[in-house]
């Protein structure tokens, strides 16, 4: 049986939502319920687990394409499914254990998320470890706390990682409900409260050696695949997010026509770079075209579109509760999430005109 066309699941979600004029408008505070209910039906779990534990196994490009489109549709649910997705990476990668998770997972019985921004692009400036792990006579015990966890109430196991005292680095599955364990109530963010991110508490949990996935070494995330910091998958997210500010630009052009040309120029940008992000993640990218310079890119072309999107809604887009409020909300995410220094960088430089 031939694997489905993650694009073509996405973009029916796309359509079916966009088709029900009755349905409520989401709150964006709360969890995306029946849009998660209505991915685990399509078999968007499925995408990124393995044949071999019930998944699909999509190669990446497909993967990324799917993205893309569940973004245009939804960008608190595709922000969700990136999560899933990097700690569903981490797990098929990793040591055979932990692996036992992906059938559940993959079927939509459970759900995983992974608390690992503070092994990379968050406090990297302090000299005391996030989650610091100690060596047990059956393992390791963690102390400390993650700052950005993904639906971590969600969770049936939490994908986490923890430095030893000598600086190196182990990754984890962590089961719910673990002693010690506990998800701290959500932040108040500037969007995607939906999400549910906020932090995870570590109070002496004990894990075992079979519950390792990844280390200890040094600087584990740059092991396991795409699935680390400055991957193409929130590249795609901000793809995803330029092509529903054009979706609601070409809305305000139905009234006013002389937006048309901007919505042509947008989807050509967002053409081309998004035929650039699927050949680099086929290994085919230019010798300019890093994971940092894509993302970057296609950062920008989320904040400008959705700045168009605000521009053309003229005040009815500053209140709150238009989708151009929203959207110009949304696009500030990629500038924190996620953000290696060498993306802040380019962006700045952007930004100021500075050429050096």
């Known amino acids: 049986m031939p694997r489905p066309v993650p694009r073509d699941q996405a973009t029916a979600l796309r359509l079916k939502w966009d088709g029900e004029p009755r349905r409520p408008q989401p709150d964006e ?10 991915c685990r039906a399509a078999g968007v779990f499925r995408w990124v687990v393995p044949p071999e534990a019930g998944g699909d196994g999509q190669p990446a490009d497909q993967l990324l394409d799917g993205c893309i489109e569940l973004a245009r549709a939804d960008l608190t649910v595709a922000f969700i499914l990136s999560q899933y997705q990097a700690a569903c990476h981490r797990l098929a990668a990793g040591h055979p ?3 036992r998770y992906l059938p559940q997972l993959a079927s939509g019985e459970g759900f995983t998320t992974v608390g690992l921004s503070h092994l990379t692009t968050s406090r990297q400036y302090s000299t005391q470890p996030a989650v610091l792990a100690e060596p047990t006579a059956r393992g390791y015990r963690l102390t400390g706390s993650i700052p950005w966890v993904t639906g971590g109430r969600r969770a049936t196991v939490l994908i986490l990682g923890a430095t030893l005292g000598d600086g190196w680095q182990f990754l984890a599955a962590v089961p719910a409900g673990r002693p010690g364990l506990s998800v701290a109530a959500s932040m108040s963010l500037l969007a995607l409260n939906g999400s549910e991110t906020g932090p995870v508490e570590l109070d002496g ?4 050696e079979e519950e390792i996935i990844a280390g200890p070494q040094p ?7 795409t699935a680390g910091t400055g991957s193409l998958t929130t590249t795609a997210l901000a793809l995803g997010h330029a092509l529903a500010c054009v979706d609601q630009l070409r809305k305000e052009a139905s009234l006013r026509p002389a937006l048309l040309d901007f919505v042509g120029t947008f989807e050509t940008d967002v053409d081309s770079l998004r035929h650039t992000v699927l050949q680099a993640s086929r290994g085919l990218a230019g010798p300019e075209d890093t994971a940092e310079s894509l993302r970057a890119r296609a950062t920008s072309l989320a904040l400008n579109a959705s700045q168009a999107v605000m521009t053309a809604s003229k005040g009815a887009g500053f209140v709150t509760g238009h989708p151009a409020s929203r959207l110009a909300r949304e696009a500030l995410f990629f500038l924190v999430w996620s953000c290696p220094q060498a993306v802040a960088t380019q962006l700045l430089r952007g930004f100021s005109q500075c050429e050096e």
Do not use: F, N, Y
């Open 219 to 225: 600087q584990v995330l740059q092991t396991g695949g």
């Open 205 to 208: 949990v004990e894990i075992s």
């Open 29 to 38: 505070h709360l969890w995306p319920a029946s849009a998660w209910e209505d």
């Open 97 to 99: 254990g932990p692996r």
